[in-house]
């Protein structure tokens, strides 16, 4: 299977549930970590448990801002001070899973936190400014080919990361290396943004669920979305990578987790509120509010669903040559 394609393992199918509806799950002072600054995909996930779970807990969740680290500092706190804190669930994405593979996190892997539920589905997607040279991928493909260190790409992860890796794969269609590409790391989608409003990269290489406000405002303009096929509105008209000639596609899992120590008790409630979510169209209607694509799992679902993601991207991660063999 080639490096780029490997992405397209992440597509899972929407999962639906038969269970019946379940009354309001109790859970104390309920908070969503997101870890990075506001405006990015973290920020974006705990916005859907925020609205979503609403009907569906007792109280509202808070969110709250954790940045650091691409998610190492919120990754490491959940795994030595609040292992045990069944208030809290932290956003996580197919991104953090690979920053746990290349050890980004530290010593600590998947399997020391316990995994929740899910937000829903997201994909990469190449965005410059609606005033930007490019108006269509591939004059920047173009580019890529003929000089990759011409273009100034930035995105919310460090030389690695999941946004790294949307550009690299776009580099090496190109017939260009990745490690060509001149590339700006900042610490969140929101710093990333702000960047390229600003001037200082040309390229995003960032998520297509963060776009929503942005596209509205009339700010930036996606040159292609890395899904399998053209989503829904409001990204009808949006061409795909692949559709456009080039071989990439990228697939986000967006959800969250607890700490390791959480009480059975506790991580009950919050799958149980999943749960009862997923089975509402209100829950739906979030997501697609929020970009996002229905892939619903919680409890021993998303588990063994994190163990399989995790082996496909050290797979690709050891393609790539960041981690060995």
Avoid at 143 to 159: L, T
Avoid at 239 to 266: A, C, H, K, N
Wanted: proline share 4%; with cysteine.
């Amino acid at each position: 299977m080639s490096f780029a394609r490997l992405g397209a393992t992440f597509v899972v199918a929407a999962t639906a549930f038969a269970a019946p509806a379940f009354a309001q799950s109790q859970i104390d002072d309920p908070e969503c970590i997101a870890p990075a600054n506001p405006g990015g995909g973290f920020d974006l996930t705990c916005r859907v448990a925020q609205t979503g779970l609403d009907p569906h807990i007792e109280a509202p969740v808070q969110v709250t801002f954790m940045p650091g680290g691409i998610g190492a500092v919120a990754y490491n706190l959940f795994n030595t001070t609040r292992t045990d804190d069944g208030s809290a669930i932290v956003a996580f994405s197919t991104g953090s899973l690979l920053n746990i593979v290349t050890g980004k996190y530290g010593d600590f892997t998947e399997q020391d936190v316990r995994w929740v539920g899910t937000a829903g589905a997201d994909f990469g997607a190449v965005v410059v400014r609606a005033d930007s040279e490019y108006e269509t991928l591939s004059q920047l493909m173009d580019d890529f080919s003929s000089d990759p260190s011409s273009v100034v790409v930035g995105a919310g992860g460090s030389v690695g990361s999941q946004d790294w890796m949307k550009g690299a794969l776009l580099l090496r269609e190109a017939g260009a290396s990745p490690m060509d590409m001149r590339y700006v790391a900042f610490d969140g989608g929101g710093d990333a943004i702000a960047a390229l409003l600003g001037g200082s990269i040309e390229v995003y290489t960032g998520d297509v669920g963060e776009m929503v406000p942005h596209l509205e405002s009339g700010q930036m303009r996606i040159l292609g979305v890395m899904s399998p096929e053209r989503l829904d509105e409001p990204f009808a008209e949006i061409p795909t990578v692949m559709e456009q000639g080039y071989d990439v596609e990228w697939t986000i899992l967006r959800g969250f987790y607890m700490g390791g120590e959480v009480s059975d008790e506790d991580y009950q409630a919050w799958v149980d509120a999943f749960n009862a979510a997923y089975e509402t169209e209100e829950f739906a209607a979030v997501q697609k509010e929020r970009g996002l694509l229905p892939l619903n799992m919680a409890g021993e679902e998303l588990q063994a669903s994190i163990e399989d993601r995790v082996q496909n991207l050290r797979d690709i991660a050891t393609e790539a040559g960041l981690i060995g063999n």
